[in-house]
């Protein structure tokens, strides 16, 4: 196997890291909350172990942008994902105190800001145009299988003790020494033949838009995610029952992802960003007027597809017009944006479920991303200037 290809596979299992950083722990909350009940709120702060990652990521991911422009990426890399194992393992050495093992969730948060935005950092330098695509759509499907895979682990663990949950963190160890071995980080490559015109300055109306196109995003994806399993309780469905259907909106989004390459072959990228949202928003339609398990299921399966495009669309567009060497401060903000919106996602939706009810809301939120992405097409057009136009 060519040394090129170990290192897509080793950036492809360090991406899964973050997956495996953030909701792995959702099966041992209750047993963790029965175990830490002589703390006071001790059921919010064990929910704040998931959490807190999420938070730490935001604020770390632009220092870690910075860090990646200016040292190498690769030894970054190396360097996050020992802090990953290491963070996990004192996750379990410090089960007696839910203080330290908060402390814990927060390093796991700095590891994974340097993860993500590293490795996708070196990605971009392996791969050009129609390859990095491709790579990006693999990149989030190994993220939807992952989370898949994962979620099921954690849970045969958490039923033998909340404390075994820990033991998934040392997956990093079957990816570390790939990444130290194979992964390099390829020299900046002159430009050739005719180029199209750079923006003078990357922090430009399209970088703007991006970013808050990744915020939405997320805000869409953790808003079903969480809502949608009470949603099914209501309806009388079992734990396992629910557990099926976010697998099936999983799979669904990785699967449309690894095909995403094929997709940008016929689609410009915001032709691809459009339909993404506009398939969103017949699924969440669909999830408004249905009752029935399978047609929940089918019409999660439909927002899974949007999403599976959305995602890796994203930084393929971020990537075209920002300039290479500024391409690690990108991402550190574009991923800023993504887990503030796993933050607010909540806030936004619990209030408007809670007047509206699931179903109105699955309605309104499908009428609403139909009008914004209309208004925000016809509007981009007429305003993008002609070097931005280009790059579509």
């Known amino acids: 196997m060519s040394q090129t290809r170990l290192a897509t ?33 001790a059921a919010f702060w064990t929910k704040m172990t998931l959490a807190l990652p999420g938070l730490v990521i935001a604020l770390c991911a632009p220092l870690a942008g910075s860090l990646v422009d200016k040292f190498n990426s690769q030894k970054l890399l190396v360097s996050a994902l ?33 993860i993500m935005v590293s490795g996708t950092t070196i990605a971009a330098r392996y791969f050009e145009g129609p390859r990095f695509s491709g790579f990006m759509g693999l990149q989030a499907a190994f993220g939807g299988f992952g989370g898949v895979l994962f979620l099921t682990l954690a849970g045969f663990l958490a039923e033998q003790h909340w404390t075994w949950v820990f033991a998934i963190y040392a997956l990093a160890l079957l990816v570390l020494p790939g990444v130290w071995l194979w992964v390099k980080v390829p020299e900046l490559k002159a430009p050739q033949g005719p180029q199209v015109a750079m923006p003078a300055h990357w922090m430009n109306r399209t970088f703007v838009v991006c970013c808050t ?55 410009s990228i915001k032709q691809t960003h459009l339909a993404g949202w506009l398939v969103t928003a017949c699924g969440f339609a669909l999830l408004g007027w249905v009752t029935s398990l399978l047609a ?11 999403l599976g495009l959305i995602r890796p669309n994203l930084v393929v567009w971020l990537f075209e017009f920002v300039p290479p060497a500024m391409r690690g401060k990108a991402m550190g903000i574009m991923t800023t944006c993504y887990f503030t919106g796993q933050f607010i996602s909540p806030v936004l939706f619990e209030p408007a479920i809670a007047s509206l009810t699931f179903s ?13 992405s209309c208004v925000v097409s016809v509007l981009y057009t007429r305003l993008a200037k002609p070097t931005e136009q280009q790059l579509g």
């Open 296 to 306: 929940i299921v089918g019409a999660s399966v439909v927002i899974g597809a949007g």
């Open 9 to 41: 596979w080793f950036l492809l299992l360090a991406s899964t890291m973050t997956v495996l950083a953030s909701a792995t722990l959702a099966p041992a909350l209750p047993a963790m909350t029965a175990a830490f009940s002589h703390i006071d709120n």
């Open 360 to 372: 109105n809301f699955c309605i309104a939120l499908a009428l609403l991303i139909l009008v914004v």
């Open 213 to 267: 196109l990744a915020l939405v995003e997320i805000v869409v994806l953790y808003g079903l995610t969480i809502h949608l399993p009470f949603h099914l309780t209501e309806l009388g469905h079992s734990a396992s029952t629910i557990g099926l259907v976010i697998a099936a909106f999983l799979l669904a989004m990785a699967s449309v992802s690894v095909g995403y390459g094929r997709a940008r072959q016929h689609l």
């Open 82 to 114: 020992g802090l990953f194992l290491l963070s996990g393992g004192l996750g379990y050495y410090w089960q007696a105190s839910l203080w330290l093992i908060l402390f814990s969730r927060a390093l796991m948060g700095v590891a994974v800001a340097f």
